[in-house]
C-alpha cells in the first residue's frame, strides 16, 4: 500500500486501531473456511462515520476492502483475497437495545449473537436465528451471511427478521433502510438486498431486528436408526404429517464415532443415523406433536426413540449434536464443510448421493445438520498437505454441488458463496442471473473495492481449487 495511503488513513484512525505489523496481519488472513490471504493493513473502526470516511479513501486509492465480524465464516466471507484492508467490525457493539413494546432489538454489528439471544428471553421474547458459532459469531456477519441454524426449519433465516438497517454504501455514503415498522413497503427493499451480500453491495453499522415471543413449552426426542437411508424417509414422513418441528437435525454413523472417540456419551455404534427432534409451542399440542413423531420414526425402522422428560434428559440430547464440530476436527487437520441445501422431499435422495461421493472417493465425508429443512452439512475430513487427497477432495465437492443442483437444491442454505462455491452460480443461476447480480454490484461498487473475490468466479474458473 501506497505510503501516502497511509499517511491518509493515519487521519481517520489512530494508531491504536490500524494494524501493520506482519503477525497482527496474519490474525486476519484466514477464517473457519478453507486458504489465507494476507491484508496489507488493517482498521478497528469504532463508528459509521469512520466506516463512510475509510470506504471514500479506498475509493480514490483503489485499495480493496473486506469487513470482518468474529471470522467464524465457513465460506471464506471476510478473507481478503485481494490484499488490502481489512475492516474489523468487532468494536462497534456500543448497542443492544430491546424495545419490548415493539418486539425489536436495536444493535450493533459487532454485537456476539448469544448476547441477543440472552437479553431478548430476559424480556419474555425469542430471537430465533441461532447459528451453532452464536456464542462467538456477531451479528453483522450473521446478517451479511443469511445466517440459520436449526431453528431455521419452523422460524426461517436471518432474513425474515432484519426489518431495518443503517449501510456505509461501498462508495462511503451511510444510508438507512426499512425502519422499525414490520409492514414496510416504500420503495425498493433494500434490506433484503443487503443481508446475505456477504459485504459486496456494503457494511452494516447497525441493524433493526424483530422479536417474536418466547414459545410457552418445548419437547425433545431422540432416535437411532440401523439404516441412514431410513432417517431419511422418517425425515420425510414427519414433515409430510402436519407437524412442523422447531429443529430436527442429522447425525451420520461418522458423527457417532466422532464424539464417541472425543468424548464419550455412549451413543451407538452401530447405528449409521442419530435424529434429534424438537417440538415447541402450547403445552398440550407439543405432547400429541412429540408422541405422534415418535411412532413415525418407529414406523420407518428407528431402533430406538427416547422422550427427555426433563431439561437435564434434554440437554443429554442436544450435547452430542454440540460436540460434533469440535469432535470432527480430530479426525484430521483440514475441515471442508459444506452446506447443500435440497426440497425436503428429496433428502433421502441426497443421503444417497452423498454415500455415493464418499464411496467412490474413499474420503471420510461425514454429514450432519439442518436436515428438517434439507440443509445438510457434508464435511470433508482431509489434510491440505497430501496434495493427492485434494484434487480428489476438489472433485467430490463438486460432486455435491452438482447433486443438489440436480435434486431442485441450492448451493448454499446457510454458509453462503464466499470464496468456495463461487464457481459454481452459474450452475444453480444461469449465465443471465449471474450477469444481473454483477451489474448491481457495479452499479453500487463501480471501483469493485468492497470484497472484491467473493461471490463471482475469476474469469475462467469452473471449479472450487483448493490445490494450487
Same mark, same amino acid.
Given at each position: 500500500?501506497?505510503?501516502?495511503?497511509?499517511?491518509?488513513?493515519?487521519?481517520?484512525?489512530?494508531?491504536?486501531? $490500524?494494524?501493520?505489523?506482519?503477525?497482527?496481519?496474519?490474525?486476519?488472513?484466514?477464517?473457519?473456511? +478453507?486458504?489465507?490471504?494476507?491484508?496489507?493493513?488493517?482498521?478497528?473502526?469504532?463508528?459509521?462515520?469512520?466506516?463512510?470516511?475509510?470506504?471514500?479513501?479506498?475509493?480514490?486509492?483503489?485499495?480493496?476492502?473486506?469487513?470482518?465480524?468474529?471470522?467464524?465464516?465457513?465460506?471464506?466471507?471476510?478473507?481478503?483475497? &485481494?490484499?488490502?484492508?481489512?475492516?474489523?467490525?468487532?468494536?462497534?457493539?456500543?448497542?443492544?437495545?430491546?424495545?419490548?413494546?415493539? $418486539?425489536?432489538?436495536?444493535?450493533?454489528?459487532?454485537?456476539?449473537?448469544?448476547?441477543?439471544?440472552?437479553?431478548?428471553?430476559?424480556?419474555?421474547?425469542?430471537?430465533?436465528?441461532?447459528?451453532?458459532?452464536?456464542?462467538?459469531?456477531? =451479528?453483522?456477519?450473521?446478517?451479511?451471511?443469511?445466517?440459520?441454524?436449526?431453528?431455521?426449519?419452523?422460524?426461517?433465516?436471518?432474513?425474515?427478521?432484519?426489518?431495518?438497517?443503517?449501510?456505509?454504501?461501498?462508495?462511503?455514503?451511510?444510508?438507512?433502510?426499512?425502519?422499525?415498522?414490520?409492514?414496510?413497503?416504500?420503495?425498493?427493499?433494500?434490506?433484503?438486498? =443487503?443481508?446475505?451480500?456477504?459485504?459486496?453491495?456494503?457494511?452494516?453499522?447497525?441493524?433493526?431486528?424483530?422479536?417474536?415471543?418466547?414459545?410457552?413449552?418445548?419437547?425433545?426426542?431422540?432416535?437411532?436408526?440401523?439404516?441412514?437411508?431410513?432417517?431419511?424417509?422418517?425425515?420425510?414422513? =414427519?414433515?409430510?404429517s402436519g407437524i412442523l418441528p422447531s429443529s430436527l437435525e442429522l447425525m451420520d454413523q461418522a458423527c457417532i464415532h466422532a464424539?464417541?472417540?472425543?468424548?464419550?456419551?455412549?451413543?451407538?455404534?452401530?447405528?449409521?443415523?442419530?435424529?434429534?427432534?424438537?417440538?415447541?409451542?402450547?403445552?398440550?399440542?407439543?405432547?400429541?406433536?412429540?408422541?405422534?413423531?415418535?411412532?413415525?420414526?418407529?414406523?420407518?425402522?428407528?431402533?430406538?426413540?427416547?422422550?427427555?422428560?426433563?431439561?437435564?434428559?434434554?440437554?443429554?440430547?442436544?450435547?452430542?449434536?454440540?460436540?460434533?464440530?469440535?469432535?470432527?476436527?480430530?479426525?484430521?487437520?483440514?475441515?471442508?464443510?459444506?452446506?447443500?441445501?435440497?426440497?425436503?422431499?428429496?433428502?433421502?435422495?441426497?443421503?444417497?448421493?452423498?454415500?455415493?461421493?464418499?464411496?467412490?472417493?474413499?474420503?471420510?465425508?461425514?454429514? +450432519?445438520?439442518?436436515?428438517?429443512?434439507?440443509?445438510?452439512?457434508?464435511?470433508?475430513?482431509?489434510?491440505?498437505?497430501?496434495?493427492?487427497?485434494?484434487?480428489?477432495?476438489?472433485?467430490?465437492?463438486?460432486?455435491?454441488?452438482?447433486?443438489?443442483?440436480?435434486?431442485?437444491?441450492?448451493?448454499?442454505?446457510?454458509?453462503?458463496?464466499?470464496?468456495?462455491?463461487?464457481?459454481? $452460480?452459474?450452475?444453480?443461476?444461469?449465465?443471465?442471473?449471474?450477469?444481473?447480480?454483477?451489474?448491481? &454490484?457495479?452499479?453500487?461498487?463501480?471501483?469493485?473495492?468492497?470484497?472484491?473475490?467473493?461471490?463471482?468466479?475469476? &474469469?475462467?474458473?469452473?471449479?472450487?481449487?483448493?490445490?494450487?
Amino acid at each position: 500500500m501506497e505510503q501516502v495511503a497511509l499517511d491518509a488513513l493515519s487521519q481517520i484512525i489512530p494508531e491504536n486501531r $490500524m494494524f501493520l505489523d506482519l503477525a497482527e496481519r496474519y490474525c486476519y488472513s484466514y477464517d473457519a473456511s +478453507f486458504g489465507e490471504y494476507l491484508p496489507e493493513v488493517v482498521i478497528q473502526p469504532i463508528n459509521a462515520k469512520e466506516v463512510s470516511e475509510l470506504l471514500k479513501l479506498a475509493n480514490v486509492h483503489k485499495i480493496p476492502v473486506s469487513p470482518r465480524g468474529a471470522g467464524t465464516s465457513l465460506s471464506g466471507g471476510p478473507l481478503p483475497v &485481494k490484499g488490502g484492508m481489512v475492516l474489523d467490525l468487532t468494536l462497534l457493539r456500543d448497542k443492544l437495545i430491546i424495545d419490548r413494546e415493539n $418486539m425489536l432489538a436495536i444493535v450493533s454489528p459487532g454485537v456476539i449473537t448469544a448476547a441477543i439471544h440472552k437479553k431478548a428471553e430476559e424480556a419474555g421474547l425469542f430471537y430465533p436465528p441461532d447459528p451453532s458459532s452464536s456464542n462467538v459469531a456477531t =451479528i453483522g456477519g450473521n446478517l451479511l451471511e443469511n445466517s440459520s441454524g436449526p431453528k431455521g426449519l419452523k422460524y426461517g433465516t436471518t432474513k425474515e427478521y432484519v426489518i431495518g438497517l443503517e449501510v456505509v454504501t461501498p462508495t462511503g455514503e451511510i444510508i438507512r433502510t426499512g425502519g422499525k415498522t414490520v409492514k414496510n413497503v416504500t420503495g425498493y427493499d433494500l434490506t433484503r438486498l =443487503i443481508v446475505g451480500s456477504e459485504g459486496t453491495l456494503g457494511i452494516v453499522t447497525e441493524a433493526i431486528i424483530r422479536l417474536i415471543p418466547k414459545p410457552q413449552s418445548r419437547k425433545t426426542f431422540v432416535a437411532h436408526f440401523n439404516q441412514f437411508i431410513d432417517s431419511g424417509h422418517a425425515i420425510t414422513s =414427519i414433515l409430510s404429517s402436519g407437524i412442523l418441528p422447531s429443529s430436527l437435525e442429522l447425525m451420520d454413523q461418522a458423527c457417532i464415532h466422532a464424539v464417541e472417540s472425543y468424548r464419550p456419551s455412549g451413543l451407538p455404534l452401530r447405528s449409521e443415523a442419530i435424529l434429534i427432534i424438537e417440538i415447541d409451542g402450547h403445552p398440550l399440542a407439543i405432547e400429541e406433536e412429540i408422541n405422534k413423531c415418535a411412532d413415525i420414526c418407529r414406523a420407518k425402522g428407528a431402533s430406538y426413540v427416547k422422550i427427555a422428560e426433563s431439561e437435564d434428559e434434554r440437554d443429554t440430547i442436544w450435547s452430542a449434536r454440540k460436540l460434533v464440530s469440535p469432535a470432527i476436527t480430530q479426525m484430521g487437520p483440514t475441515k471442508i464443510s459444506e452446506d447443500a441445501t435440497v426440497p425436503r422431499n428429496r433428502i433421502p435422495a441426497m443421503m444417497e448421493r452423498l454415500k455415493q461421493i464418499r464411496d467412490k472417493y474413499k474420503l471420510n465425508l461425514v454429514v +450432519f445438520g439442518h436436515a428438517g429443512d434439507g440443509n445438510l452439512h457434508p464435511n470433508i475430513i482431509t489434510d491440505k498437505r497430501n496434495e493427492a487427497e485434494m484434487k480428489k477432495v476438489e472433485l467430490a465437492v463438486s460432486e455435491i454441488f452438482e447433486a443438489a443442483i440436480e435434486l431442485g437444491g441450492t448451493l448454499s442454505g446457510e454458509h453462503g458463496i464466499g470464496t468456495l462455491k463461487s464457481p459454481y $452460480m452459474e450452475m444453480e443461476l444461469g449465465v443471465n442471473g449471474v450477469n444481473m447480480m454483477k451489474k448491481i &454490484k457495479e452499479a453500487w461498487d463501480p471501483n469493485n473495492i468492497l470484497n472484491p473475490g467473493k461471490i463471482f468466479p475469476e &474469469k475462467g474458473q469452473t471449479k472450487v481449487v483448493l490445490v494450487t
